[in-house]
């Protein structure tokens, strides 16, 4: 696993998921996206980011399925398509007075 100490975003918070008992660590990058691993009590809780959005989260049993769950959703917000709702929507904001 790839561990960069100071750079790990802010995971968010889900209840019910059970009690992390290891330490956020980047597992894989792929241009923009990054994908953190946590280690819960029964299974790894990864988080798909890209730039500093929190796009999806997921859990597995191994790293690995982790790497490859994650390689998928990459796969999906890299689509034309769903790039042009994302950047869309980022235009959108809310918090847009316009």
């Known amino acids: 696993m790839n561990t960069r100490s100071g750079d790990t975003p802010a995971i968010p918070r889900l209840d019910g998921l059970p009690q992390a008992v290891g330490a956020t660590v980047l597992i894989h990058e ?7 691993a946590t ?3 029964m299974l790894l809780r990864w988080d798909l980011f ?14 690995e399925s982790c ?16 790039a042009r709702l994302i950047a869309a929507g980022d235009e959108a904001s809310p918090n847009d007075p316009s």
């Open 50 to 63: 890209q730039g500093d959005r929190h796009l999806h989260t997921g859990s597995a049993l191994r790293v």
């Open 30 to 36: 792929d241009g923009e996206f990054r994908v953190y």
């Open 67 to 82: 790497i490859v769950s994650a390689k998928g959703k990459i796969g999906f917000f890299r689509r034309p398509t769903v």
């Open 39 to 41: 280690e819960l009590e």
